[in-house]
């Protein structure tokens, strides 16, 4: 007994000696505070309540603070890879990690450091986690680039470090951002800079859910100088063209829904602009989770969604259907087991879903909101 107690106390210590040293690697807003050369909060802190989708839970929900968005200009700081992680005093600015970062749980991973290449210059950093992502891409990192330009008298940078794949989004909206190529310096996973100043803006949403401001931001951009004018499409995305979590008799559903009006949509056909405008314009949006669901930022108030999920449920666009005021119906596909592809992770699989029943559960929204054919 008296061996196993102390067994018990030794993993204890251990335990505690553990999270002390993780600790210890990081550096918080706070201590930065009392060494930056300049900081500008951008937006004051916020509370939002988070809502719970009906498929995952039927509790009231609870409140989320998201932090202050800020810029904060820094001295011995250096930046990381791909993902933009921000080094001062061999340590980890744990602002600038993305919520679901590895490190917050291993930071010793990026342990130890390279030899930082020397940047003179005062270089920004937008880089982020999830940047080859559209929805992460529009939500979290454009609007990060949009606080670096407008405190640009008072924080002035050179360049701005960015994790950029030359994508067709990322290359549209950094224009409509006024961002050239000469203003960017490509991150890569083996990179350590070292730059005489840097400037860091923070991370504007917590957990998906995005502040108003941002969505404000993301309608000015896309929708400047665009007037409505009919409002009255109707529409239905494909994931046809996408890689990952199609349904695979998506005809089924595209065939009753031709008859209430709707177009298929390939949103890869579209640009950023025109996606935004398709969205501004429609009354009814239905679609399958994915992060062709980000356009519902450019909807009007009242439009009615309907997201239809596979196995796998995510709240990110529910979330965002109660700061855009949407009428929003969240359906649960059911898998015909035999046709699907059951190997594949859960939030990536594709699958056969049982149409009649899926066909019953769309009809009774549109008999109660009396669409009709």
């Not at 929900?61 to 700081?77: D, H, Q, R, T």
């Not at 109660?322 to 059911?334: E, G, Q």
Request: hydrophobic share 40%; with cysteine; charged share 20%.
């Amino acid at each position: 007994m008296r061996l196993l107690i102390t067994l018990l106390a030794i993993i204890s210590l251990f335990s505690i000696a553990t999270t002390e040293t993780s600790s210890s690697l990081f550096i918080f807003k706070e201590e930065c505070l009392q060494n930056h050369l300049k900081y500008i909060e951008y937006h004051k802190p916020i509370t939002i309540k988070k809502h719970s989708l009906s498929l995952i839970a039927h509790n009231g929900g609870y409140f989320k603070n998201i932090p202050s968005s800020y810029v904060m200009e820094l001295e011995n700081a250096s930046v990381l890879g791909n993902d933009g992680v921000i080094i001062i005093h061999d340590k980890i600015f744990i602002d600038s990690l993305w919520q679901w970062n590895h490190l917050f749980k291993s930071p010793r991973d990026i342990f130890p450091l390279s030899k930082p290449t020397i940047y003179n210059g005062r270089l920004a950093v937008g880089a982020l986690n999830g940047s080859s992502n559209y929805y992460h891409w529009m939500t979290e990192i454009l609007p990060r680039l949009y606080m670096l330009l407008n405190v640009k008298k008072e924080i002035p940078f050179d360049q701005i470090y960015l994790s950029y794949s030359n994508t067709p989004y990322q290359k549209e909206t950094l224009a409509l951002l006024g961002i050239t190529q000469d203003n960017i310096i490509r991150a890569h996973a083996t990179d350590h800079i070292l730059p005489s100043k840097l400037i860091f803006p923070s991370q504007v949403a917590v957990s998906c859910l995005s502040p108003e401001w941002v969505i404000n931001f993301l309608k000015y951009l896309c929708l400047k100088n665009y007037s409505l004018k009919n409002g009255k499409r109707r529409i239905f995305i494909s994931r046809k063209k996408a890689e990952l979590r199609k349904i695979l008799n998506e005809d089924d559903i595209t065939t009753f829904l031709d008859t209430y009006g709707f177009e298929t949509i390939l949103l890869e056909n579209l640009s950023v602009v025109e996606q935004a405008q398709l969205f501004y314009e429609s009354e009814w949006i239905i679609g399958i989770h994915g992060a062709g669901l980000t356009n519902l930022v450019f909807t009007r108030p009242g439009t009615h969604v309907i997201e239809l999920f596979q196995e796998h449920l995510d709240e990110t666009f529910f979330d965002l259907s109660f700061p855009l005021k949407l009428n929003y119906y969240p359906i649960k596909t059911h898998a015909v087991n035999d046709l699907s592809d059951t190997k594949m992770d859960i939030r990536f699989r594709n699958t056969t879903i049982d149409w009649l029943l899926l066909k019953s559960e769309i009809w009774e929204i549109f008999n109660k909101n009396k669409l009709i054919y």
